[in-house]
T-cell receptor, first 112, second 116 residues
Framework: SQQGEEDPQALSIQEGENATMNCSYK?????LQWYRQNSGRGLVHLIL?????REKHSGRLRVTLDTSKKSSSLLITASRAADTASYFCATDRQGGSEKLVFGKGTKLTVNP | EAGVAQSPRYKIIEKRQSVAFWCNPISGHATLYWYQQILGQGPKLLIQFQNNGVVDDSQLPKDRFSAERLKGVDSTLKIQPAKLEDSAVYLC??????????????FGSGTRLTVV
């Protein structure tokens, strides 16, 4: 079963704009991760945020985590055409066996 | 470092046939996962290995799917007999124990299976 639910399902923006994707989940977690998937390819790990962290940055990526609301957001600043991909959040549930449960993803299109 | 290797890249079979996928994880990664990703959905975990032992196979359809990880390195996933609904991308991933929370999983490029 899927733990995370990304919102929106699809997002289309112009190059240079910021893109924000949200993820909600159901159970308590150890950490939450974001992955990118280009069409027809495997997933690439972007960033991991632990349950005791509220915000994390990596280059043009900013991730926030609100454990009280069981939600996370991924912000991509100054987007580029190369950012076009599907983005998935994945959670490692507390008490689980260190396995990631993925959401359905947000399909981001950045128009040049 | 070399990534997670998977083969074949693509496979087309008829329903009721059998198929096998192979995965070679990153050297030293103790944990190996097989995920199924149906078009338009997120990956769903099929089975998780820690070294050569199964940690979680609760979502593996055991009447038709089997997997093994001999010697705690390479792994194979088999489907026999295949059904139309097995059409999907099969992703292999490996990780160190990520309780330390550093690198996440490393995924292979996947095997795209089409059952006709």
């Amino acid at each position: 079963s899927q733990q995370g639910e990304e919102d929106p399902q699809a997002l289309s923006i112009q190059e240079g704009e910021n893109a924000t994707m949200n993820c909600s989940y159901k159970t308590s977690i150890n950490n939450l991760q974001w992955y990118r998937q280009n069409s027809g390819r495997g997933l690439v790990h972007l960033i991991l945020i632990r349950s005791n962290e509220r915000e994390k940055h990596s280059g043009r990526l900013r991730v926030t985590l609100d454990t009280s609301k069981k939600s996370s957001s991924l912000l991509i600043t100054a987007s580029r055409a190369a950012d076009t991909a599907s983005y998935f959040c994945a959670t490692d549930r507390q008490g689980g066996s260190e396995k990631l449960v993925f959401g359905k993803g947000t399909k981001l299109t950045v128009n040049p | 470092e070399a990534g997670v290797a998977q083969s074949p890249r693509y496979k087309i079979i008829e329903k009721r046939q059998s198929v096998a996928f192979w995965c070679n994880p990153i050297s030293g990664h103790a944990t190996l996962y097989w995920y199924q990703q149906i078009l338009g959905q997120g990956p769903k975990l099929l089975i998780q290995f820690q070294n050569n032992g199964v940690v979680d196979d609760s979502q593996l359809p055991k009447d038709r799917f089997s997997a093994e990880r001999l010697k705690g390195v390479d792994s194979t996933l088999k489907i026999q007999p295949a059904k139309l609904e097995d059409s999907a991308v099969y992703l292999c991933a490996s990780s160190l124990n990520f309780v330390s929370g550093v690198d996440g999983y490393t995924f292979g490029s996947g095997t795209r299976l089409t059952v006709v």
